[in-house]
């Protein structure tokens, strides 16, 4: 039994408390004294030049303090994109600016236009009603498809065309693989559509923009993932403010699942606009605006094609995607399709040649950028669909033709060029099916047919890649940023620490699992340890959290930073008790002398450090604190396999998820308890994503899902409870701690087998539906049936 | 929201008084008005809140045997104390979600009359009178369109009179992401005849399935409605179902009303 409060205990998130009691402090809670409001006027069409924006009239209404356009944005830089790709042809990626506020045109519903400043958000909000607006609407390009056709109209006139890039990967393959299809036994094609999401975190996005005028610094308090990345975006690209005078700050926040991690026009305005009015400048997001400017995510349509030989191996994959940037390239989207997508697509299996094709394309909506999985559950889909397809063409078990195909021999090198360092899909699958009771399938389906519905069994693997990521790997693929992270680790006299940390918590409950590693290694009471996130003046400049990085990533740095404390810690206990660094023990807390009965305490080492009477001030530095960095030398690669049952009303097309089954491999664990809420809020995405979510646009580009009235947000009755399981653990070898990281594996896993286990469902009684694109609503399964 | 001024009258006399003067809209649970006020949709210079009138509020029994329930009972309310009338009861407690359900009133939800809601399905399937601040309306006469009825300008829902029937059910498919009926049937069985009525496919509103009453009067069971299908003409068709789809399932609520009601 791991020790409460260390690694391997099911510690409770000591965060919880002041969440569930109300006290949090989330951006919102934040309100400076003097504060000003801002309310954006947004474009309400899609596509538009902009002729005139006439504030006359609004600049008199009451309470107005100043209305911003894009002419007072001329001369200050845009939005940046943090990721170049360069295409199949040698060429860089085409890179449209982006203005914080529109200039000559607008690009889609909800770009905005002005910003209204006044005394309070209503009279803001009354102001913005009086500017008057000259717009000569334009086609709009929805449907990326016809964004690329001859002729059609440029979201972007300075641009060639709305195609951003046409990667291939990996290009030199792409004649071998060709050849390997001409030969093959049989082909297994399918073309689907990973439909567009909406991030919706419970809390929406705020932004406090504040400006010191006696010592000249700016201070923006936001909604973020990585406050250290929106203050170098934000400072060096946008706003010219060197770090040392810009600190950025996000407290408590409620949720991102990707969509916190960029960065933001709003941001910038509230940061731009505090100093211009010498006043704390707030921007507190609707749900609706939320819907219209919060990045989107998925938005790709993809034909895959699978070839396997006479024996069933598979000897090649083929793949044409259309991704969606939107109307402009969001912090990270280029990357997204491409680096966090085309390296999965071997996914759990040995399969000799692979090649990828994106078109990535820009249309009049809302940009689309990394959500929960991001490029991950995109590979997923497409190949578990396929391999599912397959299966039924060539009339073979699905897991035995996935197990047949499986990467055994590790470490193992794609032909997409990642390394994977460790795994044991069978191990995994053998789990699952222990804990799915495959072999109770069969009474249940009788079951369920007495009661007039279809039950279907689904299952799928998932392999991704996180701890995102060796920064001279990541550069050379067009990252323009270094993906390490950093922890300072500050123990104080009397024995309590303070680590300090460049990753952010918004729910993965860091403040609990990352105290229980320093706990462990020193031997202490996680009590003794205080996490500290979210600020940039306080905190050692880090990238943040998102793509699972945190424990793998920011934990190892802890680890390193923790270590360097322990070793001299050694060296001071060594002096107190007269003996040789090289005997010190440490154990629960306490130095030893190895064989002799001398110790002191962990508190009388700390104490020392600090009041250094008795100490070896020649040779050793006072005080102790130690930060430290630390870059990953590969990705991690957590893997698993799960399965999912439904039943399908046959009259009305409803799938209901009956039982649901995970077994994940994570290498090792910190905490289980956290790491099954990961898994279980990662499924409940995902079957969103499978049954009920889906961004929509009309032909005009008008966002037809502005609401939760037509955007169906997963409740909890739509989930069943999840059997998860992450006993099997293969640990990752590059990385101290061993682990591979949790917080996407439930969203990347989980919509392959809800769309398996319905396409079963539905064959079980003879129809003959192969797929059905995503979400599976009542009405399109329904629809699929008539077929 | 636009900046309003609240009146909160304590009788019906007062509330009538109060929406006879000015731009003036009646304000029952607000579960739709408020957020439409929320949005800017609506700009009403004064609201005048139904909710602190207590004769409006309650239910009871009538001589006639009739459920008589205050126009401005909450649905919660409705749920927990029509155990008269059980599939009214159920109805009632399926609107939304606890929160909703405290605030929403009857006599709000049907003077809304939204397509989608299930309170019209209730009202026309009982064949229920609709009595208002100055008259009595007889629900087949109520309900005259999406969102339209034959309400006056001024005239509030004080009261609506609901016949208990032998056998009912509700049977609601919901909306996947609002959970407002895509399609809800009200099928109620009478000594006189059966009612059925459907709400949330029509582009007129709530209806009357005139076809599947005839036939289930002769014969209440699912089976007397085999051949029976109503046309995917003037059927809602959006994001969440076509007409077809539309008009399929209100077939397939009905044979659920049946067999549930028993």
Known sequence: ?787 | MYAFDIERPATIADAIKALGSGETQALGGGQTLIPTLKQRLAAPERLVCLSGIKEMQGICTADDGALCIGGGTTHATVAAGAGAYPALAALAGHIGDPAVRNRGTIGGSLANNDPSACYPAAALGSGAVVITSNREIAADDFFQGMFTTALEDGEIITEVRFPVPEKASYQKFEQPASRFALVGVFVAKYGTGVRVAVTGASEGGVFRWSEAEAALSSNFAPGALKGLALSADGMISDLHGSGAYRAHLAGVMTRRAVAAAG
């Not at chain 1, 950093?486 to 620490?497: D, E, K, Q, W």
Request: with cysteine.
């Open chain 1, 1 to 787: 039994m791991p020790k409460d409060g260390g690694i391997g205990a099911s510690t409770k998130r000591r965060e919880d408390i002041r969440f569930l009691t109300g006290n949090g402090n989330y951006t919102d809670d934040i309100n400076l004294r003097g504060q000003a409001y801002v309310h954006f006027l947004r474009s309400d069409v899609a596509h538009g030049r902009l002729n005139k924006v006439d504030t006359g009239d609004a600049e008199g209404m009451p309470g107005v303090l100043r209305i911003f356009t894009g002419k007072d944005f001329e001369g200050v830089g845009g939005l940046p994109c943090g990721w170049q790709v360069t295409d199949r042809f040698g060429e860089v990626m085409q890179e449209p600016g982006h203005p914080v506020l529109a200039q000559g045109k607008v690009r889609h519903v909800g770009d905005p236009i002005a910003a209204v400043v006044a005394e309070t958000y209503a009279q803001a909000r009354d102001a913005a009603e009086a500017i008057v607006l000259d717009i000569e609407e334009l086609p709009a390009v929805v449907d990326m498809k016809a964004a690329l056709k001859e002729g059609a109209p440029k979201v972007h006139d300075e641009l060639k065309s709305n195609l951003c890039y046409d990667w291939g990967f990996v290009e030199e393959n792409k004649a071998a693989v060709d050849e390997a299809f001409a030969k093959a036994a049989h082909v297994t094609t399918l073309e689907l559509v990973n439909q567009r999401l909406v991030a919706n975190p419970m809390e929406p996005r705020v932004a406090v923009g504040d400006f010191n005028r006696s010592t000249g610094d700016s201070t923006l308090y936001t909604t973020s993932q990585n406050p250290h990345v929106i203050r170098l975006l934000m400072g060096a690209f946008v706003l010219g403010i060197p770090e040392h005078k810009l600190r950025v700050v996000a407290p408590d926040v409620g949720g991102g699942f990707g969509s916190k991690i960029f960065h933001y026009a709003e941001e910038a305005f509230c940061t731009f606009a505090a100093k211009a009015l010498n006043r704390p400048v707030k921007w507190t997001c609707s749900r609706s605006e939320a819907f219209m400017t919060d990045a989107h995510g998925r938005d790709h349509v993809t034909k895959i094609e699978l070839a396997l030989d006479k024996d069933n191996n598979f000897i090649a994959i083929r793949t044409d995607t259309h991704a969606n940037m939107g109307a402009y390239l969001s912090t990270f989207a280029p990357s997204v399709p491409t680096w966090l997508h085309g390296t999965l697509m071997a996914g759990n299996y040995k399969t000799p040649l692979i090649y990828v094709n994106v078109k990535a394309v820009f249309t009049n909506t809302v940009p689309v950028d990394a959500y929960r999985g991001a490029g991950r559950p995109e590979a997923t889909f497409q190949l578990e669909r396929v391999i599912d397809k397959a299966a039924r063409e060539l009339g073979v078990d699905p897991i035995a033709l996935r197990r047949q195909n499986f990467i055994t021999e590790f470490p193992y090198a794609t032909p997409v060029a990642v390394e994977y360092d460790t795994g044991d899909y069978h191990a995994t699958m053998d789990k699952l099916e222990e804990i799915a009771d495959f072999k109770g399938f069969a009474a249940r389906r009788k079951a369920s047919e007495a009661k007039g519905r279809l039950r279907g069994l689904g299952i799928n693997c998932y392999i991704e890649a996180c701890g995102i990521a060796p920064s001279n790997l990541v550069g050379q693929l067009g990252a323009r940023a270094g993906l390490y992270e950093s922890a300072t680790v500050r123990v104080n006299a009397t024995g309590g620490l303070v680590v300090m940390t460049g990753s952010h918590s918004h729910g993965q409950g860091h403040e609990t699992s990352f105290a229980q590693v320093v706990a462990e290694m020193i031997g202490i009471d996680a009590s003794m340890v205080e996490i500290v996130h979210g600020d940039t003046a306080n905190t050692p400049m880090g990238m943040g959290t998102y793509g699972s990085r945190s424990i793998a990533v920011g934990g190892s740095a802890m680890v390193r930073a923790t270590e360097k404390i322990i070793n001299k810690a050694k060296r001071i206990a060594a002096h107190l008790m007269e003996a040789s660094e090289a005997d010190i023990e440490l154990k629960d807390g306490q130095f030893s002398v190895a064989g002799t009965d001398k110790s002191v305490a962990w508190g009388d080492v700390t104490l020392a450090a600090y009041v250094p009477h008795n100490y070896p001030l020649a040779e050793v530095e006072p005080g102790l604190e130690e930060t430290a960095f630390y870059d990953p030398s590969n990705f991690t690669y957590p893997a698993g396999a799960y399965a999912c049952e439904v039943e399908v009303d046959p009259e009305t097309g409803r799938v209901t998820i009956e039982r649901f089954a995970a077994a994940d491999d994570f290498g090792n664990i910190i905490n289980p308890m956290i790491v099954s809420g990961q898994v279980h809020g990662g499924i409940g995405q995902g079957i969103g994503q499978a049954l009920l979510e889906s961004c929509v646009y009309d032909e005009n580009g008008q966002l037809q899902t502005g609401s939760y009235m037509d955007y169906a947000m997963p409740r909890a009755d739509d989930v069943p409870f999840y059997r998860v399981d992450h006993s099997c653990q293969t640990p990752c070898t590059h990385n101290p701690l061993g682990v591979k990281g949790c917080g996407e594996a439930g969203a990347i896993g989980s919509p392959p087998a809800v769309v398996n286990a319905v396409i079963d469902a539905l064959q079980s009684v003879g129809k003959n539906v192969t797929h059905i694109d995503m979400p599976l609503s009542p009405s399109r399964v329904w629809q699929a049936m008539q077929g």
